[in-house]
């Protein structure tokens, strides 16, 4: 028994066993959450490399698995994240009992969790790249319900996250070259180009990110918030692998001051462009993308304390994602659109599902009291403190010093996040207005209720005990030996 | 038997087709063409791969191929497609271009590549990589977006072929490749219940 066959195999075998099952769309979806606990739960009881006693007999649970030539690895430093990966599947599938999803949700759903983890554990890892896509390719059907024709949102993500294999296949054959002759400049910056850009279409970095807003607005909001979830984490720590292995990659300056740049810019434009938007489907896509945008600027720190602010920002956008997906879908069931000129007054109507949207989306522009605060606060704490070396910056943060430099960053950060909270009191200022039916009712029906309730907890304990949670999130970077040390 | 003599024929081959699924209108000609293109691919994957393992190349895309076709059939609302004339010239010149610039980056983009590398493979490999590009920017449907994506996809594993010889691999693209077909089909028949290609 080896680790990829418990936490990958046995897990495929029953997506496919629950794909033939779904249109017992309750049992597959109670399935399907115990399934994904009990990996979790498994991830972190279950010791791997080491001897075990059960009853009379002893075995070990070996961590390695060999395919055609190859070696799937899952390690006991992967476990943490694992576990943490399957718990948040797990969340996601019992909230699709009170949210309008496909009936295949649950096992493609499943499935594209697994080829995600198997994306992490895979050797040589830039075969990820394949895997990657293989997951993207199960999350289609989830994202376009049947019988509705395939949006410009769905098409543009197939086309730009395909694009992204073949330049990261190529870095990784070019990268054995850079190995071969390290001092040989012209091909490492060749490699860093290459690299950039298959990241930039993988992760939706800007100017590519122009199709994620289109998705959200087309697409039900829970699966896309559920994909939009599992795709950039899954994407980031393949980054990260990049330069946890490659020594001469992570000490390449021109890696931080681009993330930096782009992270920079990512926050800036989106929270700008949130701020203009009528949709409230839009400005969740812009709240991805700010997201993505403050997960580059905490590795651009090059440090273990932004490695530490990325892994609980994990948490902090699993669970804001989640409250914001989830109540734009039970709004998105009562109202024919998500526009602004459609949901006047719905605060009066359904309290809990807009008090969640807008709770969620000031966790995420970093309001006080709420869960995604003290990440941001640390953070633009780590970008004001962090001073460059003379002599030892880039000519790319010497020409861009306008963003990169870490004062005018935190002012541009600053500025972005701005634009979330605008297009927040925006949000709140329609929803608040009085619409045809004066007067307050609560609209919502308890199975949508309770898990909205919950949400909005959580954001605040996350919030007000940061302690309690985040630390513990670090557990996740365990697998990447070098970027911690 | 040596089939070194073919590079200049394949390479032809390979321009002709993607130009036809570019251009064509009429679903039957635009799978002939991408399936007679996976000829091509076949040609230059085997000249650095074993056969046995570059006749996956050649049979995913046939079923890819194939699967796309068995759903269209019979799809009466894709029949009679009908362009301009303007709008069939502007496809064509801008795949002329595309073919241009080919000729003129590849000698520069075969440096990269392994010295054994024919310059027909590089040039086939892009020739379809930004044929595939160019139909995927110039088109909204869905399952011309497909074309597009299966076009792009046979370029890079073309070149990529030449400089990674794995049975995984050879796997991994080949469910790419089917998956990408079967997303076709997803969209194709949601298209047309909602009455569009």
Redesign the interface.
Do not use: C, D, H
């Given at each position: 028994m080896s680790s990829p066959v418990i936490w990958m195999a046995f897990p495929l075998a029953l997506a496919l066993i629950l794909f033939g099952l779904q249109r017992y769309t309750r049992w597959v979806t109670l399935s399907g959450v115990l399934l994904t606990a009990g990996m979790a739960l498994l991830a972190i009881l279950l010791p791997v490399e080491q001897p075990m006693q059960w009853l009379n007999l002893s075995f070990k649970i070996s961590d390695t698995l060999n395919?055609?030539?190859?070696k799937f690895t899952l390690s006991s430093g992967d476990l943490p994240f694992v576990a943490f990966i399957y718990f948040i599947a797990s969340i996601w599938f019992l909230g699709s009992l009170a949210a309008k999803t496909t009936p295949s949700f649950i096992p493609l759903g499943l499935g594209m969790v697994i080829f995600l983890i198997a994306a992490l554990t895979v050797d040589p890892f830039l075969?990820a790249a394949?895997?990657i896509?293989?997951a993207v390719?199960?999350s289609?059907?989830i994202m376009?319900p049947?019988?509705?024709?395939?949006g410009?949102g769905i098409?543009r993500y197939?086309?730009f996250q395909?694009?992204a294999?073949?330049f990261i296949?190529?870095t990784g054959?070019m990268l054995t070259g850079v190995e071969n002759n390290p001092a040989d400049a012209v091909l490492a910056t060749?490699v860093i180009i290459m690299l950039g850009l298959g990241f930039a279409f993988l992760l939706a970095i800007f100017p590519f990110y122009t199709w994620i807003p289109t998705l959200v607005e087309e697409a039900p909001p829970y699966v896309t918030g559920f994909v939009f979830v599992m795709l950039p984490m899954i994407a980031v720590m393949f980054l990260l692998n990049f330069l946890d292995r490659y020594t001469w990659l992570r000490s390449d300056l021109r890696i931080y001051d681009t993330l930096r740049l782009t992270g920079v810019l990512m926050v800036t434009t989106a929270g700008i462009f949130a701020a203009f938007q009528q949709n409230l489907g839009r400005i969740l896509g812009y709240a991805v993308i700010v997201e993505t945008g403050l997960a580059l600027l905490s590795i651009s720190s090059a440090s273990v304390i932004g490695l530490g602010l990325f892994s609980a920002q994990l948490l902090t956008r699993a669970c804001g994602l989640w409250l914001w997906a989830l109540a734009l879908d039970g709004l998105k069931q009562r109202l024919p659109a998500l526009g602004f000129k459609d949901i006047h007054g719905v605060l009066r109507k359904f309290p809990f599902i807009s008090a969640s949207i807008l709770l969620a989306l000031f966790s995420l522009a970093g309001l006080p009291l709420l869960a995604g605060f003290p990440i941001r606060l640390s953070l633009l704490d780590l970008i004001a403190q962090s001073t460059q070396v003379e002599g030892q910056s880039s000519s790319l943060s010497t020409q861009f010093s306008f963003f990169v430099q870490s004062q005018t960053a935190v002012v541009w950060i600053a500025l972005g996040l701005l634009g979330l909270f605008v297009a927040g009191f925006h949000s709140l200022l329609i929803m608040a207005s009085p619409g045809e039916e004066p007067g307050w009712s609560v609209g919502e029906k308890p199975a949508m209720l309770v898990p909205l309730s919950l949400g909005m907890l959580v954001l605040f304990l996350i919030g007000l005990f940061p302690h309690w949670f985040l630390p513990g999130m670090q557990a996740i970077l365990r697998g990447f030996i070098h970027l911690l040390s | 038997m040596s089939l070194d003599g073919l590079a200049l024929p394949a390479f032809i081959l390979l321009i002709v087709t993607s130009m036809v699924v570019l251009l064509s209108r009429d679903w039957r000609w635009s799978l002939v063409a991408l399936s007679t293109q996976y000829l091509g691919v076949f040609y230059f994957v085997a000249q650095n791969w074993p056969f046995s393992m570059a006749v996956i190349k050649l049979v995913v895309g046939w079923m890819a191929g194939a699967a796309l076709g068995t759903t269209l059939v019979g799809q009466r609302k894709l029949e009679g497609e009908s362009l301009s004339f303007a709008g069939r010239v502007f496809p064509f010149l801008a795949g002329c271009l595309v073919i241009i610039l080919v000729f003129s980056l590849a000698p520069q983009v075969l440096t990269?590549f392994p010295n054994h590398t024919s310059i027909y493979l590089v040039d086939g490999g892009m020739t379809l990589?930004m044929m595939g590009l160019l139909q995927?920017g110039m088109t909204?449907q869905?399952y011309r977006?497909i074309l597009?994506?299966l076009t792009?996809?046979a370029g890079?594993e073309v070149?990529?072929a030449s400089?990674?010889v794995?049975?995984?691999?050879a796997?991994?693209?080949a469910?790419?490749n089917l998956?990408?077909a079967?997303?076709g089909i997803?969209?194709i028949?949601?298209?047309t219940?909602?009455g569009?290609l």
């Open positions: 395919i055609l030539g190859r075969y394949l895997l896509e293989i390719l199960l289609i059907p376009s049947p019988g509705i024709k395939a410009y098409q197939l086309i395909t694009l294999v073949p296949l190529f054959w060749r | 990269w990589v995927m909204g869905p977006v597009g994506l792009m996809f890079f070149l990529y400089v990674e794995s049975i995984l691999v796997g991994l693209l469910a790419v998956g990408l079967l997303i997803y969209f028949t949601n298209s219940a909602e569009s």
